[in-house]
């Protein structure tokens, strides 16, 4: 049998990229031959806020650029009617496409729908990280329904997301798996001793905000929860790791305003993956502040730390979030809720055993329910 995986990959940065790996990886060992086509431009670079689209990093998870082909422009039409022609060529039993955002909508939409048309024993399924854009675009929907209309099956990373799917999509069989845990970064080459004094930290306690700074990750409430915490935790350093995806200075003047610049260091970047670790090592906590969220890398990076979380209860983030034993669910990012939750695991981090907790409750998550899952699809 032979699966071909459609979605970004390596020299691609960020999540999407990675999903790609862990999902290579896992496929790969389960004993199918599995090819990747990826992306030869993904965003235009008008299109795309951030410093650069592509991964600098010596360290790439679980590499395999051979079985990686770039093909698709994701506003080139012709690069469409390519990638098909390429699926045709390999014979794939089953293409999975990883939709996390409707702007790819024309792209994969033309793509699964010559598939069907045109190669009938080939199933379609579309492993589904986010239904819609976090940014909540007014096309959306339409993009959402026209393309994954096609799909012989969903993979999908949340019960969130099942439930959203189901919404448009009532007959089509969904599969529900998570996203791996993300332990590739945890290179033991630093204890939290080192990993404080490599980045000049001196306080008792840290608080981490990592990973790409967008207005619906709620920084700026976790800016004013901290200005609180300082109160009662002084001995305290909130450090926020990741490239800004607006104006930054936005975010300088909260930190000033607030009177927090003292207690907080900011590195406005997108971090290579082996300069992760020692932002992770160093920290009590992750804070997460979100005011909306499908699923998240992030707390999977964290997990694969050991570290403990607070969560905002939405979308399916929490999903993955033993209360009060692998971190802390709160209602909303509101300082009378993000505040309490903040202090309650910095007084306790050396009571309960959030480390051994989050390696139990571990175990069995990721795609290792993938083997039944693809299993099922390619037999119906």
């Known amino acids: 049998m032979k699966i071909t995986l459609i979605g970004p990959a390596h020299p691609y940065r960020g999540g999407q990229a990675l999903v790609e790996a862990y999902l290579h990886k896992t496929i790969s060992e389960i004993g199918y031959d599995t090819n990747t086509i990826s992306y030869k431009l993904l965003y235009p670079s008008i299109l795309f806020p951030g410093k650069t689209q592509y991964d600098n ?46 702007f790819f909508g024309p792209a994969l939409g033309t793509i699964a729908y010559l598939i069907k048309k045109k190669l009938k024993k080939t199933k379609v399924c579309f492993l589904v990280e986010n239904y819609t854009s976090h940014e909540g675009w007014w096309f959306d929907r339409f993009f959402c329904k026209q393309t994954l209309k096609y799909a012989d099956s969903f993979i999908c990373e949340s019960n969130y997301i099942n439930k959203q799917i189901k919404v448009d999509f009532t007959n089509t069989p969904i599969y529900e798996t998570t996203l791996s845990i993300y332990d590739c970064y945890n290179l033991n080459k630093f204890s939290k001793e080192s990993a404080r004094e490599f980045l000049g930290i001196k306080t008792k306690n840290v608080v981490l905000f990592f990973g790409m700074i967008r207005p619906y990750k709620g920084l700026d409430k976790l800016i004013e929860s901290f ?65 909306s969220g499908t699923q998240s890398g992030i707390l999977m990076m964290a997990y694969g730390f050991n570290i403990p979380v607070v969560v905002t209860d939405v979308g399916g983030i929490s999903e993955l979030v033993k209360d009060k034993e692998t971190g802390i669910i709160v209602k909303d990012n509101k300082v009378e809720n993000f505040l309490p939750a903040m202090e309650e695991i910095l007084t306790n981090k050396d009571i309960i055993p959030y480390s051994e907790n989050i390696s139990s409750f571990v175990y069995g998550l990721g795609y290792q329910n993938l083997k039944n899952i693809l299993s099922q699809i390619l037999e119906k």
């Open 57 to 102: 990093s010596k360290l790439i998870p679980f590499e395999h650029k051979n079985k990686i082909k770039r093909i698709i422009n994701s506003i080139n039409p012709i690069s469409w009617y390519k990638t098909f022609k390429e699926i045709k060529k390999e014979k794939s039993d089953l293409i999975i496409i990883v939709w996390w955002m409707p």
């Open 227 to 291: 200005k609180h915490l300082l109160e009662k935790n002084p001995d305290t350093t909130l450090l926020i790791v990741g490239e800004c995806y607006e104006d930054i200075k936005k975010y300088e003047k909260m930190i000033s305003q607030n009177g927090i610049g003292d207690k907080t260091i900011m590195v406005n970047n997108f971090i290579d993956n082996e300069d992760i670790e020692p932002y992770f090592k160093a920290s009590d906590l992750v804070a997460m502040p979100y005011y």
